[in-house]
């Protein structure tokens, strides 16, 4: 046995002792008991290894010298002792200390204890390159590398690696660092990564979605007493569209009207927004282009012989469906309109467009697949028994909701439905798909979650907290539902577990004729459009930011 075999076999013994007593029987409960195993391994020590106690001490960086005891001159015969002592073997020596330790009083194995335990707390990450220290240091989770940030000064500058950092934000899906490049330096002089900066932002922006905060939302108050019929939200800015005839353009950082588009001779209700280029759709049967920053109408689209009801941007392409039913395909770039799709018999109520492939959904209870640029029908999905009224198109599934209580699940290419997707009992106002999870909202007052592979439905978002009546519109974000009511509420749901997390928006007059008519989230920012069909509650917008930064959230 080595020397740190020998040393550590002594720690044991007396450790034992001071644990259990001389009769080697545990003490009563209450005693600290040591945690872990915080102590060297032959195997990690350096290689010009100590042969004695007093070699390890100055391995350590400690003096040789250390405190002795003064409780009076040394005992006669020490030295001769302590001569034998070394003449003898190394199982000998064990033999004689196992002796020692037996015939020590409590006091003195604690002494002993308090000399020899710091020798073997040792700083390994410290010792070791840094290439190897951080990679030890990148199995730890982030939250544990945040606090291993704290234990010193040497840490602290390892668990700052940028290069480290930005593994974690890729592991948690964060794919940008919007912070700047040039890495901060902090009161105690260590370089601050910027994609740690990023995660933490984006842990606390999440805490904030979930757990709530307590700052007001923005009141943005506009459109007088008439109701908000489309919402748009890019950036900083917000669009809203009201029967009013008018658009609203308002900064979501200042919670002002930036300018009112003015222009349509009916109620607006439908629009699409990209960057800050707005088209917006009327009941005046036409379809209008405009500048969100300048307020300017830059093309008017005329075609459609009835309001225009639904429309879908992809690129600098606009494909819009009117009540006339009929869908036109437009250039907002030029104003000019490329094609025409023929076919409905009804008014077509909803579009969707994925810059290959148009999908219309009407009141004559059809939905059909079209060419844009041959202006073929490809299909037309035959099966639902009442009109359809939303839709959503991920390139392979078409996916219809209808006034019959089911939710249609087809096969783009072939036309052949998928699935018949039932549990709903009255209309599927609104619908989101994504990476095969299709999230729908209805007018029974329910939000359900379904696997458009197998037809199944994961959740039904209900119970005690469930809304009181129809869902008005739903949108994914950052792993959550967001859900708004004609009760006057924005619920809050976890995507994967179905659980209801929270009330986001509660309108004072919920319950007694307060309606969330639609929202739009980003990332960090939720924008609600709300009102009432009876005056209880002014037409307005809610602003929440969930980007906010904890000194800040503290002083305001």
């Not at 710091?118 to 290439?131: A, G, M, N, T, V």
């Not at 234990?151 to 602290?156: F, M």
């Not at 109620?267 to 209008?288: A, F, K, P």
Request: include cysteine; hydrophobic fraction near 35%.
């Amino acid at each position: 046995m080595g020397f740190y075999g020998t040393l550590k076999l002594i720690f044991y013994k007396m450790k034992r002792k001071l644990d259990h007593g001389p009769d080697g029987r545990p003490f009563p409960s209450g005693k600290k008991h040591c945690k872990g195993n915080r102590y060297l391994s032959p195997s990690s020590l350096i290689q010009a290894t100590p042969t004695t106690f007093g070699d390890l001490r100055l391995a350590n960086g400690h003096s040789a010298q250390r405190r002795r005891v003064t409780s009076g001159p040394p005992p006669s015969g020490l030295q001769d002792w302590l001569h034998t002592f070394q003449a003898w073997s190394g199982p000998e020596r064990l033999l004689a200390l196992d002796e020692l330790i037996d015939r020590c009083e409590t006091n003195q194995v604690k002494h002993m204890m308090q000399v020899i335990e710091p020798q073997f707390q040792r700083d390994f990450i410290s010792l070791l390159p840094k290439e190897l220290a951080l990679y030890v240091l990148s199995f730890l989770e982030p939250g544990d590398l945040l606090q291993a940030a704290q234990t010193c000064r040497d840490w602290r500058t390892l668990a700052e690696d940028n290069l480290l950092w930005r593994e974690k934000c890729r592991e948690e899906g964060i794919a940008e660092c919007v912070l700047s490049r040039r890495r901060k330096c902090v009161r105690s002089g260590v370089m601050v990564s910027p994609w740690k900066s990023a995660y933490i932002r984006q842990h606390r922006i999440e805490n904030n979605w979930r757990t709530g905060d307590t700052r007001a939302p923005k009141v943005l108050k506009g459109h007088d007493d008439h109701v908000i019929t489309c919402l748009q939200f890019s950036g900083d800015l917000i669009v809203s569209g009201s029967d009013d005839n008018t658009l609203k353009v308002w900064s979501a950082v200042t919670g002002k009207c930036l300018r009112t588009l003015t222009g349509h001779s009916g109620g607006v209700w439908c629009s699409q927004m990209s960057v800050t280029t707005v088209i917006s759709g009327s009941t005046d049967r036409t379809l209008r282009v405009w500048d969100a920053e300048s307020g300017e109408c830059v093309h008017t689209l005329y075609g459609h012989t009835s309001t225009v009801r639904c429309m879908h941007l992809h690129g600098t392409r606009v494909v819009s469906g009117s009540r006339d039913a009929t869908l036109r395909v437009w250039d907002v770039s030029t104003g000019r309109c490329e094609h025409v799709l023929t076919g409905h018999v009804a008014a077509v109520r909803c579009v969707q467009y994925d810059g290959r492939r148009v999908v219309s959904g009407g009141y004559d209870y059809m939905v059909k697949v079209w060419d844009p640029e041959t202006e073929a029908c490809l299909h037309t999905l035959q099966g639902h028994t009442n009109r359809v009224y939303s839709l959503q198109f991920d390139g392979v599934f078409v996916v219809s909701g209808s006034l019959d209580t089911s939710i249609r699940v087809w096969d783009a290419e072939t036309g052949g439905c998928v699935h018949t997707l039932t549990g709903h009992q009255s209309l599927t106002s609104g619908m989101e798909l994504r990476d095969n999870i299709l999230v729908s909202g209805n007018a029974d007052s329910t939000v359900r979650v379904w696997d458009v592979r197998t037809g199944q439905c994961l959740h039904t978002l209900q119970g005690p907290n469930k809304h009181q009546s129809a869902v008005t519109c739903l949108q994914f974000c950052r792993g959550l539902v967001l859900s708004s009511s004609d009760d006057g509420t924005v619920k809050l749901w976890d995507l994967r577990t179905g659980a209801w997390l929270r009330d986001v928006v509660a309108l004072q007059s919920r319950g007694s004729g307060g309606v969330v008519w639609r929202i739009r989230a980003s990332d960090t920012r939720l924008v609600c459009a709300a009102g009432s069909r009876n005056g209880t509650e002014e037409t307005k917008l809610l602003v929440l930011d969930f980007d906010l930064e904890e000194k800040k959230r503290g002083t305001d």
